[in-house]
């Protein structure tokens, strides 16, 4: 009769004890190796989620909720996620270069970025701080949509008489038109800013196909986009070095440029890597005070030329203000000016979260190749990478003749490194990645091998593939060190975002490893591919890299030029 009882005192009881075993138990530990192996590209099925409208996105990876926000937006790109660092707030706003009371709903990356990356130790100075603050009144005042911006508009609208009319107006513009890849668009923007900076003027942008997909507007309360009734719109894809319009064509056509009458509406720069001679005059201080009388500079140009804008007399003092340390000018006016769109950033938190976020180490690098032969891939490419990343210490060799069965916790936890590979085949990332599966790190370190994409082949202007691209960059910002290849933008532009001084892979000739693969770059700043080899006041050629200490020749191209700080010991 009393076991009886006692069962169904148990039987009464189990339920209870069940259900504070599971309120009583909480979470279990986290596990620092899950997922950490798995080193998949976007492509695979797994990692793809195709919307409504057909547009393949990054898989939203699980991630631990915070207080932020997601976006209302009827694509609900974003991901609620846990930012990975804390920040002051004066950090949020990159030491200030970033104006506060933006709506962050708006656009997510603008404070957020800065979460992702390492406490910069350059800090902007407060003179190029307040030029920024000065520029965002004057684009208010003049930008689309203002009183100015239409009494110009009715100028340019007008047929040009020939001659030079003191201008009216108070607000003057220069227009960038979109040309070339990604890469090329985002340093030539900076460039172009930079020069209406120095020139007072207000910036627009030609959108192309896909720039107000991929960027955020980074001026308050107004736009830097050129609307598609813009005056001139039609004659943007006819614009070349023969256009009436080009001041270099005009420049052929008299001995003496103080005698060019230039029309007071526009004149077309034409400033891409195919300019003449007389284009390049555009550097000289003498054709600077002809082009201050027009009021819409119209201008096409693939080139980061900010180089050879400290070698002009007129510039050179402001820039030394605005940028005491040379190196930082794309460093500062990248973060400044370039916010990826909601869509574009909802790609690069996924991929971070789900692959970067837990390793203790993340190696970026960046293969671009420009072989003859085509895209490759290369078997003394991946030799160079390997030769470059084991001589530099930045991966562990493998041990490829033991391999013991180990504890691999034996001796505490291991170091875990993610490298991030981007490139347009995949077939780099999928050698090293079987290559650290196949044979032990000797370091012990565990080694996650990671890429993004392989779209094959460049499509500028195919939106998904200039999304991806920009997502790419960066990622590959958020590392802590940086290898990237010889001759590319798209390495220049994620080196210069996250303040890195990367291993640069020198270019392979007659498909052989350089000696050395690779080597640490002086500078961040990006290289000037195609600058002027003229002294504008000796009126006769010379080496333009040799004139002041901190413009000098780039070390991935022996022609082209760069801004490098020069520290006295």
């Given at each position: 009769?009393?076991?009886?009882?006692?069962?169904?005192?148990?039987?009464?009881?189990?339920?209870?004890?069940?259900?504070?075993?599971?309120?009583?138990?909480?979470?279990?530990?986290?596990?620092?190796?899950?997922?950490?192996?798995?080193?998949?590209?976007?492509?695979?099925?797994?990692?793809?989620?195709?919307?409504?409208?057909?547009?393949?996105?990054?898989?939203?990876?699980?991630?631990?909720?915070?207080?932020?926000?997601?976006?209302?937006?009827?694509?609900?790109?974003?991901?609620?996620?846990?930012?990975?660092?804390?920040?002051?707030?004066?950090?949020?706003?990159?030491?200030?270069?970033?104006?506060?009371?933006?709506?962050?709903?708006?656009?997510?990356?603008?404070?957020?970025?800065?979460?992702?990356?390492?406490?910069?130790?350059?800090?902007?100075?407060?003179?190029?701080?307040?030029?920024?603050?000065?520029?965002?009144?004057?684009?208010?005042?003049?930008?689309?949509?203002?009183?100015?911006?239409?009494?110009?508009?009715?100028?340019?609208?007008?047929?040009?008489?020939?001659?030079?009319?003191?201008?009216s107006h108070e607000c003057k513009y220069v227009v960038w038109i979109a040309n070339s890849g990604l890469g090329n668009r985002i340093l030539s923007i900076t460039a172009a800013f930079v020069y209406a900076l120095l020139t007072n003027r207000v910036l627009l942008l030609d959108p192309g196909k896909d720039l107000p997909d991929l960027l955020c507007e980074p001026f308050p309360d107004t736009s830097w986009l050129l609307s598609s009734h813009f005056p001139i719109k039609s004659h943007f894809d006819k614009f070349d070095q023969t256009s009436p319009r080009c001041y270099g064509n005009m420049l052929k056509k008299t001995s003496n440029s103080s005698e060019l009458s230039l029309p007071s509406s526009y004149v077309y720069l034409h400033l891409g890597h195919d300019y003449d001679d007389q284009d390049k005059l555009f550097f000289c201080d003498e054709e600077q005070s002809h082009l201050g009388k027009v009021d819409w500079l119209v201008m096409k140009t693939d080139n980061y030329f900010v180089p050879s804008l400290f070698l002009m007399p007129s510039f050179e003092q402001e820039l030394n203000k605005l940028f005491p340390e040379r190196e930082t000018v794309f460093h500062h006016l990248g973060r400044y000016l370039f916010h990826p769109s909601d869509h574009v950033w909802g790609l690069i938190t996924r991929y971070y979260h789900a692959y970067l976020a837990k390793a203790?180490?993340?190696?970026?690098?960046?293969?671009?190749?420009?072989?003859?032969?085509?895209?490759?891939?290369?078997?003394?490419?991946?030799?160079?990478?390997?030769?470059?990343?084991?001589?530099?210490?930045?991966?562990?060799?493998?041990?490829?003749?033991?391999?013991?069965?180990?504890?691999?916790?034996?001796?505490?936890?291991?170091?875990?490194?993610?490298?991030?590979?981007?490139?347009?085949?995949?077939?780099?990332?999928?050698?090293?990645?079987?290559?650290?599966?196949?044979?032990?790190?000797?370091?012990?370190?565990?080694?996650?091998?990671?890429?993004?994409?392989?779209?094959?082949?460049?499509?500028?202007?195919?939106?998904?593939?200039?999304?991806?691209?920009?997502a790419e960059m960066f990622l590959l910002s958020f590392s802590d060190v940086l290898v990237t290849s010889a001759w590319s933008t798209f390495g220049y532009v994620a080196q210069g975002l996250g303040g890195l001084k990367p291993w640069i892979l020198f270019k392979p000739e007659n498909q052989t490893v350089p000696n050395p693969p690779c080597r640490r770059l002086q500078s961040m700043e990006p290289c000037f591919h195609a600058p002027p080899l003229w002294d504008c006041k000796e009126k006769r050629g010379t080496d333009t890299g040799a004139i002041l200490p901190h413009v000098r020749h780039c070390e991935d191209i022996s022609w082209g030029l760069q801004l490098i700080d020069i520290h006295e010991s």
């Amino acid at each position: 009769m009393n076991l009886m009882k006692i069962f169904a005192s148990l039987l009464v009881s189990l339920p209870v004890l069940i259900t504070l075993s599971l309120v009583l138990r909480g979470n279990p530990p986290p596990d620092r190796i899950k997922g950490f192996a798995d080193a998949r590209v976007l492509e695979t099925p797994s990692s793809l989620v195709t919307t409504s409208s057909n547009i393949e996105v990054f898989q939203r990876p699980a991630a631990p909720v915070s207080n932020i926000t997601s976006s209302n937006s009827a694509e609900n790109v974003l991901p609620e996620i846990e930012l990975p660092t804390q920040m002051p707030k004066e950090d949020k706003l990159y030491g200030g270069l970033l104006a506060p009371g933006f709506d962050e709903g708006a656009c997510f990356s603008r404070y957020q970025s800065s979460f992702y990356r390492k406490i910069s130790t350059h800090k902007p100075s407060s003179y190029l701080l307040s030029r920024l603050r000065s520029y965002e009144q004057l684009h208010k005042r003049c930008g689309p949509n203002t009183k100015p911006y239409s009494a110009s508009l009715k100028q340019l609208k007008k047929k040009s008489n020939g001659k030079i009319i003191s201008a009216s107006h108070e607000c003057k513009y220069v227009v960038w038109i979109a040309n070339s890849g990604l890469g090329n668009r985002i340093l030539s923007i900076t460039a172009a800013f930079v020069y209406a900076l120095l020139t007072n003027r207000v910036l627009l942008l030609d959108p192309g196909k896909d720039l107000p997909d991929l960027l955020c507007e980074p001026f308050p309360d107004t736009s830097w986009l050129l609307s598609s009734h813009f005056p001139i719109k039609s004659h943007f894809d006819k614009f070349d070095q023969t256009s009436p319009r080009c001041y270099g064509n005009m420049l052929k056509k008299t001995s003496n440029s103080s005698e060019l009458s230039l029309p007071s509406s526009y004149v077309y720069l034409h400033l891409g890597h195919d300019y003449d001679d007389q284009d390049k005059l555009f550097f000289c201080d003498e054709e600077q005070s002809h082009l201050g009388k027009v009021d819409w500079l119209v201008m096409k140009t693939d080139n980061y030329f900010v180089p050879s804008l400290f070698l002009m007399p007129s510039f050179e003092q402001e820039l030394n203000k605005l940028f005491p340390e040379r190196e930082t000018v794309f460093h500062h006016l990248g973060r400044y000016l370039f916010h990826p769109s909601d869509h574009v950033w909802g790609l690069i938190t996924r991929y971070y979260h789900a692959y970067l976020a837990k390793a203790d180490e993340r190696v970026g690098i960046q293969v671009r190749t420009f072989e003859p032969a085509g895209p490759g891939p290369f078997k003394h490419v991946m030799d160079q990478i390997l030769a470059c990343v084991f001589t530099e210490k930045l991966l562990p060799r493998v041990d490829e003749q033991n391999e013991p069965i180990v504890d691999i916790f034996s001796s505490g936890t291991p170091k875990m490194k993610s490298v991030l590979i981007t490139s347009l085949k995949p077939d780099y990332s999928e050698n090293l990645r079987t290559m650290y599966w196949e044979h032990p790190a000797v370091t012990g370190d565990l080694i996650g091998v990671f890429q993004p994409s392989h779209e094959g082949e460049q499509r500028t202007d195919n939106k998904l593939h200039d999304r991806k691209a920009l997502a790419e960059m960066f990622l590959l910002s958020f590392s802590d060190v940086l290898v990237t290849s010889a001759w590319s933008t798209f390495g220049y532009v994620a080196q210069g975002l996250g303040g890195l001084k990367p291993w640069i892979l020198f270019k392979p000739e007659n498909q052989t490893v350089p000696n050395p693969p690779c080597r640490r770059l002086q500078s961040m700043e990006p290289c000037f591919h195609a600058p002027p080899l003229w002294d504008c006041k000796e009126k006769r050629g010379t080496d333009t890299g040799a004139i002041l200490p901190h413009v000098r020749h780039c070390e991935d191209i022996s022609w082209g030029l760069q801004l490098i700080d020069i520290h006295e010991s």
